[in-house]
């Protein structure tokens, strides 16, 4: 069985290289829709709470909310890095405070303190998914992930793998320890 979840993510990004309308700097609401399998737990009566998936995703998938997502080879990053460096936002600001875990992985890279994300490829509805499965694989039993941007949309189903212990009193997965990260509960 399935618990299924949604996040809103509001980026700006561009298709450089592309000839058409997305060529331009332009702004999008994305919708990711993730599908966790497994069987249900006992416990709780349920495969995982809605509410976890998106902590756990949010934890870094907050890195593409207000960002601009740029490909490394974009003429436009060098420009952007310059300004934000003279206006002294660079390093960050006291106001930015949705900032995630500072990753780089093959597909991309995050630089939470200034609001933006650089990607190997053009960041489409499919380059989407494909980042966010190698950034959630290890920390969600993902069977399917569905990315919607304006009229675009793409999905991908996977085979979930590994084994995930729960809490009986809450649900979500216990820590390397045997022990629930939200209530408490020891194994």
């Not at 994305?30 to 349920?46: K, W």
């Not at 974009?74 to 500072?102: F, S």
């Not at 991309?108 to 499919?126: D, F, I, N």
Request: hydrophobic share 35%.
């Amino acid at each position: 069985m399935r618990s299924i979840t949604t996040l809103q993510i509001q980026y700006a990004h561009r298709f450089y290289g592309f000839r058409g309308e997305a060529q331009y700097l332009h702004g999008h609401t994305g919708v990711l829709t993730i599908e966790v399998e497994d069987s249900i737990n006992p416990g709780v009566n349920m495969v995982f709470p809605c509410n976890e998936i998106q902590k756990t995703a949010w934890k870094v998938l907050k890195n593409f909310d207000h960002a601009l997502i740029l490909r490394e080879d974009d003429p436009l990053l060098p420009a952007i890095l310059n300004v934000y460096e003279e206006q002294g936002i660079l390093d960050g600001h006291p106001q930015n405070t949705m900032r995630g875990p500072e990753f780089s992985t093959e597909l991309a890279r995050a630089y939470p303190s200034c609001r933006l994300v650089v990607t190997k490829e053009t960041m489409t509805v499919e380059g989407m998914i494909r980042i966010v499965h190698d950034l959630l694989k290890d920390k969600l039993k993902i069977a399917k992930l569905t990315f919607t941007s304006g009229v675009n949309g793409a999905s991908q189903e996977y085979e979930p793998y590994g084994t995930q212990e729960r809490c009986p009193l809450c649900g979500i997965a216990l820590n390397e320890k045997g022990v629930c990260p939200k209530c408490g509960y020891r194994k």
